[in-house]
């Protein structure tokens, strides 16, 4: 068979377009991406052979093995994984299969920098080969192939690949790379060794390096194949012994960002429900967090052998964004994505888990000397978080205890205030906590409604996301502190004791003027009114709108309401 031309799929092209420009500081990633590759198609094998052992034939020992000829000017990553059938190579190496790309790759800001970044999160994957080769060799045999079945993929990165039959002794896939001239630094032993380990490290199958062996007196040098990892799960080994640079390295293997993580935690636990977690905060929120196909849920193994992808049953919602995995002995080893919803073991995970995740943030709230990493949290994450107080009742306290506010003392802009922060310092004979709502940050603060209670010293929470409404309509109550909006006709200010409360009173006016004046009101207002009534809530401004306590309809909800024609 003559090698057939194929077009990529136009947002590959897109993509491998915008990789020669934006990708040229981060070069070595590529051979993370391979060599990701590769343990992964070896993972997906070890999973198949569980029902199939056949499938291992007479090659049943994983590895990888990179090797550079220097003559040739090339560098190749192989494996012995599941390896992939011609139209599976047509379909694998000329699209993309993440949904959303179209957009994502439309979003791209013009700034290079911030361009490489985005991109990075997002996941090159295979195509980050041709930010180093000008052309790429694909020989893969699928482990259901026969010898005469493989398939040679073949691309310069212009806009076209071709593909066709080949022959190939085992099953398994030799990615070929051919570099360019500038970049054949790559086939220097030192840099290959040190990259190569770099992303080696954490990977549970053996990673070979073919090295030169020192050339005995008068003999032309030796090759030899030399193990550079330890083929160890970096999540099976103590907590004590992984370092942070490793958890590092691994949250990148996992996920193919290119920032570190924010933070993370690593549990064993024995006992009734036995499993290993290892979950990572990202440090900045994915493109399409609001979007209903983002790629959540974590890895799962089952006992230490790799089971699925994006199982999204072992998290709640509102932490969508938590990336790591899950291993355990508890689950079957057939498990599906169905099984998963109805297993009384996933769910009991899933609320272990849940805590593990609230425990991590918790601790990084605390931890005195990662203020800004809180704030960074808080920033790309702290909308999700909200969803959680409605979602998940339950661990309500904790979400509670992670939330912070921009407050009347705090200002807008400082969205750092805990809710403890406002507690402990109240005016004394402050019982409740007030809040405002608005649509901006700039209308919450100049909120009429906020006069009498900044005049008698009392802290406001500044509110102006469009989840806050839902939220606040879920929250009754922080440690016996009942949350009144600043609109509510009754704010219980009675007793708050406040420095300025004697010191200026405002002008009186007799009961007579305001009897006239409020009978004038009502005569104005008619039925749009339940009633006016005279009140010192208002210091500047000369009247407001409140709601009746009992049903404590924020402004803002009437305007929703009314917005939904109701
Ligand atoms: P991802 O790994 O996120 O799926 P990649 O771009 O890295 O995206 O790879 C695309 C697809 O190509 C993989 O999902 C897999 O199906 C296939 N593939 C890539 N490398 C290999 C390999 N070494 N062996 C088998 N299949 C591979
Ligand atoms: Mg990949």
């Given amino acids: 068979m003559a090698a057939e031309t194929h077009v990529f799929q136009t947002k590959v092209s897109k993509l491998l377009k915008l990789l020669a420009n934006s990708l040229y500081s981060n070069k070595e990633v590529f051979l993370r991406e391979l060599v990701s590759n590769a343990s992964d198609a070896i993972d997906k094998l070890r999973f198949a052979a569980i029902a199939k052992p056949e499938l291992l034939g007479s090659d049943p020992v994983f590895s990888i093995r990179i090797s550079a000829d220097k003559e040739a000017g090339t560098l190749t990553v192989s494996d012995n994984g599941i390896g992939m059938t011609l139209d599976e190579a047509n379909e ?93 630094n790559f086939l220097d032993p030192w840099t290959l060794r040190e990259t190569i380990t770099k992303y080696s490290d954490h990977i549970s199958t053996p990673v070979y390096l073919l090295e030169e062996k020192p050339a005995e007196e008068g003999k032309t040098p030796d090759k030899d194949w030399v193990q550079v990892n330890d083929a160890k799960a970096l999540w099976t080994l103590p907590p004590k012994e992984v370092t942070d640079d490793q958890y590092k390295e691994f949250y990148k293997h996992l996920t193919h960002d290119w920032e570190d993580p924010l933070c993370w935690a690593h549990n064993r636990v024995e006992g009734d429900l036995e499993y290993t977690s290892l979950l990572y905060c990202p440090s900045a929120a994915p493109y399409d967090l609001y979007n209903r196909d983002l790629q959540k849920g974590l890895k799962l193994f089952v006992e230490r052998v790799f089971i699925m992808d994006r199982a999204d049953a ?57 203020k800004e990493k809180y704030g960074v949290f808080w920033t790309q994450f702290g909308r999700v978080l909200k969803e959680g107080i409605v979602e998940d009742p339950d661990n309500r306290k904790a979400i509670l205890g992670l939330l912070r506010f921009a407050t009347t003392k705090a200002g807008a802009s400082d969205i750092t205030v805990s809710l403890a922060d406002y507690v402990s310092r109240m005016p004394e004979g402050q019982k409740n906590i007030y809040y405002v709502i608005a649509n901006t940050p700039e209308a919450a ?22 989840i806050d409404e839902w939220m606040m309509g879920a929250l009754t109550e922080f440690e016996g502190h009942k949350f009144i909006p600043a609109t509510a006709a009754d704010l219980e200010l009675e007793g708050v004791k406040s420095k300025t409360d004697e010191a200026e009173k405002p002008s009186e006016t007799s009961k007579e003027e305001d009897d006239k004046a409020v009978a004038r009101f009502k005569a104005a207002l008619g039925e749009k009114v339940a009633d006016v009534r005279i009140s010192d809530r208002l210091v500047d401004s000369a009247a407001c709108v409140v709601g009746q306590h009992d049903q404590m309809l924020t402004e803002q909800m009437r305007r929703m309401l009314e917005a939904a024609g109701q």
Avoid at 107 to 112: G, I, M, T, V
Avoid at 320 to 325: H, N
Avoid at 452 to 457: A, I, N, P
Wanted: no cysteine.
């Fill in 445 to 466: 603060e100049g909120s009429p409604y906020l006069e009498g209670l900044k005049k008698k010293g009392v802290e406001v929470l500044l509110l102006w996301e469009r």
């Fill in 92 to 184: 694998h190496l000329g699209t993309i299969a993440q949904s959303g790309t179209e957009d994502f790759l439309e979003h791209l800001s013009a700034d290079e920098a911030k361009n490489a970044q985005q991109i990075g999160q997002f996941g090159v994957g295979f195509y980050s080969s041709f930010i180093v080769a000008d052309r790429v060799t694909v020989v893969s045999r699928a482990a259901t192939a026969g010898e005469n079945e493989a398939v040679r993929w073949e691309s310069d990165g212009s806009g076209t690949f071709t593909s066709e039959l080949t022959t190939r002794a085992s099953r398994g896939t030799d990615v070929i790379l051919h570099l360019r001239d500038e970049d054949k």
């Fill in 314 to 370: 072992f998290l709640p919602n509102y932490l969508r964004f938590i990336k790591g995995l899950v291993d355990t002995n508890d689950l079957p080893l057939n498990v599906s994505r169905e099984l998963l919803q109805e297993s009384r073991v996933a769910a009991k995970l899933k609320k272990a888990l849940t805590r593990r995740a609230l425990d991590m943030f918790a601790k990084l709230a605390d931890d005195k000397d990662a």
